[in-house]
């Protein structure tokens, strides 16, 4: 079977600056694991960038470098979860070649729980962005940060200028479940030897929209997932996407 290619979300990325040398795209990297842990420890309204400067150990200059303000830096996030969701999912279907309907299904809800139950940030930030909040643009960037004027301060050397981002909004120009259903609606036709074609894209978009909620739900219910209505989820999906990818 050929190899299960990935795909990627047909959006801008949530920087002002891309990543170039090994040791930006680090820095990147712990900036984002920071504000994945934090999203844990405090939730969203009380994330802020200076925050997560803090536990990345890095300047806040190099925060503002690469996100205009907390909103762009958590759609990054989100992006970046994303991107690694489909690979757990690539690499699930590569590793049993042989999976039916049903099991490819598993595959692809199992891959999201495991990320809900052990993925810093996940059960609060998965794929998208939560509602703004007012006066959420304060803790956007300041024209300058003072004192720290160095390349190593701000965070400049070994990135692209990818565009201004000050409003937050780069990267969330698409509904969320719309990108999750993109990726694995080419996934599963890739795997499954079918077309991704209009139907399949449909009926993939109701099954992530569907069970989207119903886990939330699950979550809700227990903070591990409850197991009954995760049962419940898996049933719903065989019986509505079983027909379409068998």
């Given at each position: 079977?050929?190899?299960?290619?990935?795909?990627?979300?047909?959006?801008?990325?949530?920087?002002?600056?891309?990543?170039?040398?090994?040791?930006?795209?680090?820095?990147?990297?712990?900036?984002?694991?920071?504000?994945?842990?934090?999203?844990?420890?405090?939730?969203?309204?009380?994330?802020?960038?200076?925050?997560?400067?803090?536990?990345?150990?890095?300047?806040?200059?190099?925060?503002?470098?690469?996100?205009?303000?907390?909103?762009?830096?958590?759609?990054?996030?989100?992006?970046?979860?994303?991107?690694?969701?489909?690979?757990?999912?690539?690499?699930?279907?590569?590793?049993?070649?042989?999976?039916?309907?049903?099991?490819?299904?598993?595959?692809?809800?199992?891959?999201?729980?495991?990320?809900?139950?052990?993925?810093?940030?996940?059960?609060?930030?998965?794929?998208?962005?939560?509602?703004?909040?007012?006066?959420?643009?304060?803790?956007?960037?300041?024209?300058?940060?003072?004192?720290?004027?160095?390349?190593?301060?701000?965070?400049?050397?070994?990135?692209?200028?990818?565009?201004?981002g000050e409003g937050g909004s780069c990267g969330e120009?698409?509904?969320?479940?719309?990108?999750?259903?993109?990726?694995?609606?080419?996934?599963?036709?890739?795997?499954?030897?079918?077309?991704?074609?209009?139907?399949?894209?449909r009926k993939v978009l109701v099954g992530v929209e569907?069970?989207?909620?119903?886990?939330?739900?699950?979550?809700?219910?227990?903070?591990?997932?409850?197991?009954?209505?995760?049962?419940?989820?898996?049933?719903?999906?065989?019986?509505?996407?079983?027909?379409?990818?068998?």
């Amino acid at each position: 079977m050929d190899p299960v290619p990935q795909t990627h979300p047909q959006t801008a990325p949530a920087l002002r600056r891309a990543p170039v040398q090994q040791r930006s795209a680090e820095r990147l990297a712990r900036i984002l694991d920071a504000c994945a842990v934090l999203l844990d420890e405090t939730g969203y309204e009380r994330l802020s960038t200076r925050a997560v400067a803090v536990r990345a150990g890095v300047p806040i200059g190099s925060v503002y470098r690469f996100f205009g303000n907390k909103r762009a830096m958590v759609a990054a996030l989100a992006l970046r979860n994303l991107d690694r969701y489909a690979e757990r999912v690539s690499e699930r279907l590569a590793a049993t070649p042989l999976l039916d309907a049903h099991g490819a299904i598993d595959g692809v809800l199992d891959e999201f729980i495991a990320m809900k139950r052990t993925v810093p940030g996940f059960a609060l930030v998965d794929f998208g962005v939560p509602a703004a909040l007012p006066g959420e643009a304060s803790d956007s960037t300041p024209g300058s940060t003072p004192g720290n004027t160095s390349d190593e301060a701000s965070g400049t050397e070994g990135d692209t200028a990818i565009g201004d981002g000050e409003g937050g909004s780069c990267g969330e120009a698409e509904d969320p479940n719309r990108l999750v259903a993109e990726r694995i609606c080419a996934l599963l036709a890739t795997h499954l030897g079918r077309p991704a074609d209009e139907e399949l894209h449909r009926k993939v978009l109701v099954g992530v929209e569907t069970a989207d909620a119903l886990v939330r739900l699950a979550f809700r219910a227990d903070p591990a997932g409850d197991p009954a209505l995760v049962d419940e989820t898996r049933l719903l999906l065989h019986a509505y996407l079983g027909p379409s990818l068998s």
